[in-house]
Nanobody, 119 residues
Framework: QVTLGESGGGLVQAGGSLRLSCAAS????????MAWFRQAPGKEREFVAS????????SYRYSLKGRFTISRDNAKNTVFLQIYGLNPEDTAVYYC????????????WGQGTQVTVSS
């Protein structure tokens, strides 16, 4: 069983930065991929970024590339999402998820952390 816990969200002014954290219950280097998604009010959940844990390759939603950086700390079993230049359109609940080896879907999700950007 995998348990994920996000933290680091909050209220921030436009132009500010945040670093979100996702702490996993197990060793993240045993997973295949971890990712961040977000869901804004009234919208569907969308992919933000992912990182493969075997080779550290990353992938980003095209429209967010350059402002979002995903990284990991194996010693802390934690994946981070650094966000720069926040704008009100980034307001959403941010979720982390993990894909285990041999699977094609993200099967484990955290409870989410709220990010609110004021103009």
């Amino acid at each position: 069983q995998v348990t994920l816990g996000e933290s680091g969200g909050g209220l921030v002014q436009a132009g500010g930065s945040l670093r979100l954290s996702c702490a996993a219950s197990g060793r993240i280097d045993s997973y295949y991929r971890m990712a961040w998604f977000r869901q804004a009010p009234g919208k569907e959940r969308e992919f933000v970024a992912s990182i493969r844990l075997d080779d550290d390759s990353t992938s980003y939603r095209y429209s967010l590339k350059g402002r979002f950086t995903i990284s990991r700390d194996n010693a802390k079993n934690t994946v981070f999402l650094q966000i720069y230049g926040l704008n009100p359109e980034d307001t959403a609940v941010y979720y982390c998820a993990t894909q285990l080896p041999g699977t094609v879907t993200y099967d484990y999700w955290g409870q989410g952390t709220q990010v609110t950007v004021s103009s």
